[in-house]
């Protein structure tokens, strides 16, 4: 199966971004994607730059077919080479361990923990990662 291609067609990224999670447009919101046979698997939505800082929210089809370093690499060049960030944030609800153990395997800490932000009720877990400790560079 081929690895698929990048795409930096906003418009389609979100789309697939929204199908998967509620994610409202924000000014400034930038995003890498990729699709395979003219359709988006996976995207990376980033917001919120204050110039050290940004928030990535990441979507992806079923199963693990999209996962590729070539995907992962520029997902994380773009906060960090492109952007200078010092630190990327992202969160996840806590009843969604795939979104976690995938977080914590990129290379995420967790910062803290938001009790009943999730939409179903439950907690939120907000997730960090430095720079200097992102290997995808």
């Known amino acids: 199966m081929?690895?698929?291609v990048l795409t930096y067609d906003f418009e389609r990224i979100l789309a697939f971004a929204q199908s998967r999670m509620p994610l409202a447009r924000q000014e400034g919101m930038r995003g890498i994607?990729?699709?395979r046979d003219?359709?988006?698997i996976a995207s990376a939505i980033y917001e919120g730059f204050n110039g050290s800082n940004i928030w990535v929210h990441l979507a992806a089809a079923e199963g693990r077919s999209w996962l590729n370093?070539?995907?992962l690499q520029a997902g994380f060049a773009y906060p960090f080479a492109v952007c200078g960030v010092q630190k990327l944030w992202g969160w996840v609800d806590a009843s969604n361990e795939d979104a976690r153990r995938f977080?914590?395997?990129c290379g995420f800490v967790q910062q803290a923990v938001l009790p009943g932000a999730a939409r179903d009720g439950g907690d939120v877990i907000v997730y960090?990662?430095?720079r200097v400790?992102?290997?995808f560079l």
């Open 128 to 130: 960090g990662m430095t």
């Open 103 to 105: 977080d914590e395997h």
């Open 133 to 135: 400790e992102c290997r």
């Open 33 to 35: 994607g990729l699709e």
């Open 69 to 71: 370093r070539t995907f």
């Open 38 to 40: 003219g359709q988006v």
């Open 2 to 4: 081929a690895a698929g």
